[in-house]
Nanobody, 121 residues
Framework: QEQLVESGGGLVQAGGSLRLSCAAS????????MGWFRQAPGKEREFVAR????????YYAASVKGRFSISRDNAKNTVYLQMNSLKPEDTAVYYC??????????????WGQGTQVTVSS
């Protein structure tokens, strides 16, 4: 069983950057694909990015493609989300999740508690 803890959120001005980290405590981290999702106030949770178990495959939502980059370090049981050129519409709680390589939230079995990202205009 995986326990996931996100960090790295905060307040940043539009155009700025943040790097989110998600540390997993289980012993089977490398068996799972990892995904990042986000949820803004009053909106449904939406897919942001995913990375395959070995890190060789990635996929992004159209809204973040070219600005965000997902990566993982299986030796450190950690997945990252580098966010550049941030926009106010990126403001949300960001969640990492472990599961099957998919853009569907229902494909992920384990979730972190979330970290707040706020982008000011």
């Amino acid at each position: 069983q995986e326990q996931l803890v996100e960090s790295g959120g905060g307040l940043v001005q539009a155009g700025g950057s943040l790097r989110l980290s998600c540390a997993a405590s289980g012993r089977t981290f490398s068996n799972y694909a990892m995904g990042w999702f986000r949820q803004a106030p009053g909106k449904e949770r939406e897919f942001v990015a995913r990375v395959s178990w070995g890190g060789g495959s990635t996929y992004y939502a159209a809204s973040v493609k070219g600005r965000f980059s997902i990566s993982r370090d299986n030796a450190k049981n950690t997945v990252y989300l580098q966010m550049n050129s941030l926009k106010p519409e990126d403001t949300a709680v960001y969640y990492c999740a472990a599961g099957i390589y998919s853009s569907l939230a229902s494909s992920y079995d384990y979730w972190g508690q979330g970290t707040q990202v706020t982008v000011s205009s």
